[in-house]
């Protein structure tokens, strides 16, 4: 969608070391994946990201999408097509600040124009591999959920080809997220927030995880969760699916939610699965300067308890039963 934030995420991408290229007709796509003169077809080169809106020369969503399966399936490649949405209110509250005119709003209210170009995109969002919604990402949340996704040490699948899988916290008070493919509760867990002591810290910090795990359920609900994914995982692998985001939820994103992400993405690294770590309302808190809420992370160690150096308690992040599905 115009407005969502395209430019931004080629930034990005060209950070990471992409061939960035906006607006390229879509006819230009073959010659662009095709081997250039002097190159070895099939050989090593650095991957690029096209970004397309309605203003794209000789646009036409069906088009794009036989071209992008077409590429997919020549060569070995692998294509991504990410589809970036925001909610109409914001979208328009982007518009009025930027005081930028909506690409099919020149003459009309750009509630109209949004309305025309959803309905336009529509086929694209059914089909796209890759939902992103910026509605409440803030600029530094929007790079790092992309970092997450995309940066060669994370974001990566089991195998190759195999679905780039997300474990993700939120707040339930800040809304659902929208790209999330199964939405975990994890309100019913014992509430650090009562605890004055604790209430400043973060599911990052030891002693919030100590207190979590005294809930008599919560290993037997990480567990469980646990059993779902080693089951489901895989099929989706079997299914094709690029990507898989798992939110787990809790009132204020800072505790519970935080948590159980990090303990569930330490079993399935484990289990032989790259994780891309996304902690939502932290980025929200760090963004406004709060340092104490932590923030994502792609990769690398969970938040360990603070202890002696004798082994974790039974069932802790460090007892075997943690790091196997």
Sequence with gaps: MSGAGRSSVLAVLEDLGF???????????????????????????????????????????????????????????????????????????????????????????????????????????????????????????????????FAPEGGHGSTAGGPTVTVMSFAFRHGLPREADMVVDARFLSNPHYDPVLRPLTGLDGAVGTHIETDPDFHGFLDDLSALLRRTLPRYEQEGKAYLTIAIGCTGGRHRSVYTAECLARRLEAAGWSIARFHRDLERAEENGDDRRGGASSGGEAPRREADDGPSAPGGPGNSKERAL
């Design 19 to 149: 061939e960035a290229i906006d607006n390229l007709p879509i006819g230009l796509l073959d010659r662009l994946a095709a081997p250039m003169e002097g190159e070895a077809p099939g050989g090593a080169r650095a991957p690029f990201a096209v970004g397309v809106d309605v203003r794209t020369r000789d646009f036409d969503p069906d088009q794009l999408t036989r071209t992008a399966l077409r590429l997919g399936a020549e060569g070995g490649r692998r294509v991504v097509t990410v589809f970036l949405d925001c909610e109409d209110e914001q979208l328009m509250r982007r518009f009025a600040e930027t005081r930028r005119r909506h690409p099919l709003a020149a003459d009309r209210p750009v509630a109209d124009g949004i309305a025309l170009e959803r309905r336009t995109l529509a086929p694209l969002l059914e089909r796209a591999d890759l939902r992103l919604d910026t509605s409440d990402l803030t600029p530094w949340m929007l790079k790092e959920r992309v970092r997450g996704l």
